[in-house]
């Protein structure tokens, strides 16, 4: 079997490679995940450094072009294959904060309060949005859910899973986009383990 012309190299674990992939999954595209390990220090060796100098994952070959930043990856992957995918996108530093643990960080849990009510303000706003509408964007998949996939897969294994779970639009928002083919294929590549308990007030 012929050895697929895109390479996705990264660790898949890190939702931001994950979201490389999950463009590539839902575009159709034949594609090698070149795996790289972080711990090993994988991203600092000179042959990662010719491609991305940056030291950061994932990078994509595609034939002679050579991609790095994941947003710009699932743009160009969808630009060139399912442009009707493309779409708006939306702010997520809040939860950075909260899935920092699933690929390696310190959680520092005075940032997380923070962000957590900015992430329950986005939250009630994406209620709104979606009890007029199936998706961010409109009534069709769009590079937005693509671009919260990854995110939200680790979110919904803390504690703030009740964030999502308490709002019924926003929450079967989740629920059909986490059963996706496309999503459940690339799931397998972000173990989670079992949701942290409750916090006490």
Not at 125 to 148: I, N, P
Request: one cysteine or more; proline letters at 6%; glycine letters at 4%.
């Amino acid at each position: 079997m012929a050895t697929p012309a895109v390479k996705v190299y990264g660790w898949a674990i890190s939702p931001f490679v994950s979201r490389a992939l999950l463009a590539l999954e839902e575009a159709g595209v034949d594609y090698q995940l070149v795996p790289m390990s972080r711990q090993a220090g994988d991203h600092h060796r000179p042959e990662h450094l010719a491609r991305n100098p940056f030291r950061k994952v994932p990078v994509l070959e595609d034939g002679d072009l050579t991609l790095f930043e994941s947003r710009a990856i699932a743009r160009h992957v969808l630009r060139k294959h399912k442009p009707e995918l493309l779409g708006t996108g939306s702010p997520e530093q809040a939860t950075m904060c909260i899935v920092a643990p699933f690929y390696g960080r310190e959680r520092n849990q005075a940032i997380v309060d923070e962000n957590v009510e900015k992430l329950k303000k986005v939250l009630v706003v994406y209620e709104a949005r979606l009890s007029q509408s199936k998706y961010l964007a409109g009534d069709f998949l769009s590079l937005a859910e693509l671009s919260h996939f990854t995110m939200m897969h680790y979110l919904m294994a803390t504690e703030y899973a009740t964030l999502v779970e308490a709002l019924p639009h926003v929450s079967a928002w989740w629920e059909g986009l986490a059963t996706r083919p496309a999503a459940k294929k690339v799931a397998e590549f972000m173990p989670v383990g079992t949701r942290a308990p409750k916090k006490q007030e």
